[in-house]
């Protein structure tokens, strides 16, 4: 079980599933090797990647844009 619980109110930080006695039903993996310990910063590459995804979403809405102005202007 994990006590990822103790400093959260009611909610596990890793799984977000309810505590009871301190505690929730996930196992220890997702808090880290360290008991409570997780990563709170994004690799180098993961902000790329995440920038990458975000910029192809954006082109995307950019060209439904551009392509309704076109069927508006007709």
Do not use: P, W
């Amino acid at each position: 079980m994990c006590n990822c619980c103790e400093s959260n109110e009611n909610q596990c930080c890793c799984c977000g599933e309810e505590c009871s006695d301190g505690s929730c039903n996930c196992d220890d993996s997702c808090c880290g090797n360290s008991g409570n310990f997780q990563r709170r910063y994004k690799t180098k590459a993961e902000q790329i990647a995440k920038l990458e995804a975000y910029l192809s979403e954006l082109r995307l809405e950019v060209q439904a844009v551009e392509e309704r102005l076109a069927d508006l202007r007709k």
